[in-house]
Every structure is written in structure tokens, then in C-alpha cells.
Nanobody, 121 residues
Framework: QVQLVESGGGLVQPGGSLRLSCAAS????????MCWYRQAPGKERELVAR???????DYADSVKGRFTASRDNAKNTVNLQMASLKPEDAAVYYC???????????????WGQGTEVTVSS
């Protein structure tokens, strides 16, 4: 099977920066789009950023110009560089990826366990 493991969350002051990383491991044949979602307490999970295998990106309006997604296809990793963080960015951030397992012809959706980002002075 496949695991997605996020890292890089933590406490940061407003205006600060943080870099999240997510690595896929296991029987990974190919990875399609990779996404970052977040969920704040009492709120629905929302899409923050999406990056295709070719590197095209889309962002939620609330993070455009502040967050940058990148990926390394050779290492099966995706990163989210977050700058100018605001208290409203505080949430659990989840990595999501469309993955084709080795030997399979079906794409499946996988999620990481989440990493918490706290923005507070």
C-alpha cells in the first residue's frame, strides 16, 4: 500500500513563514495531482493548493501570493511554502494525492494524517 506522511507543522507568529512537506512511500507507481487541504476547528476541510505532475498550480484565493506549492516527482514529495501567515491560516493541513499503485490500472485517492499549523503571537 501507500503512505503519505506530512511534516513541518508547528507554531509560528503572524507574518512568519513555515514549510510543509509530504512524502509518499510504498507501492507507488505514479502520482498525479497532489494537493494540500486544511481544516480549522469547526470548519469544513478546504482545498488550499493543487499541483499537477507537470507543475501547474492552483491556489485558494485566501492564500494566493502567500503560499507556494512545489513537488519533486523523483522523490514523490510535495511541499507547501507558506509566508505572511495569518491567524486564520491556523489549521490541520493534509496532503492528498492521486496515486497509481505498482501493477494497478486504477488511480486512488490517498490522504496523510495531517500536520498542525498554529499561527499565534
Amino acid at each position: 500500500q501507500v503512505q503519505l506522511v506530512e511534516s513541518g507543522g508547528g507554531l509560528v507568529q503572524p507574518g512568519g513563514s513555515l514549510r510543509l512537506s509530504c512524502a509518499a512511500s510504498g507501492s507507488v507507481g505514479s502520482i498525479g495531482a497532489m494537493c494540500w487541504y486544511r481544516q480549522a476547528p469547526g470548519k469544513e476541510r478546504e482545498l488550499v493548493a493543487r499541483i499537477t505532475r507537470g507543475g501547474s498550480t492552483d491556489y485558494a484565493d485566501s492564500v494566493k501570493g502567500r503560499f507556494t506549492a512545489s513537488r519533486d516527482n523523483a522523490k514523490n514529495t510535495v511541499n507547501l511554502q507558506m509566508a505572511s501567515l495569518k491567524p486564520e491560516d491556523a489549521a490541520v493541513y493534509y496532503c492528498n494525492a492521486q496515486i497509481l499503485l505498482v501493477g494497478s490500472v486504477y488511480w486512488n485517492d490517498y490522504w496523510g494524517q495531517g500536520t498542525e499549523v498554529t499561527v499565534s503571537s
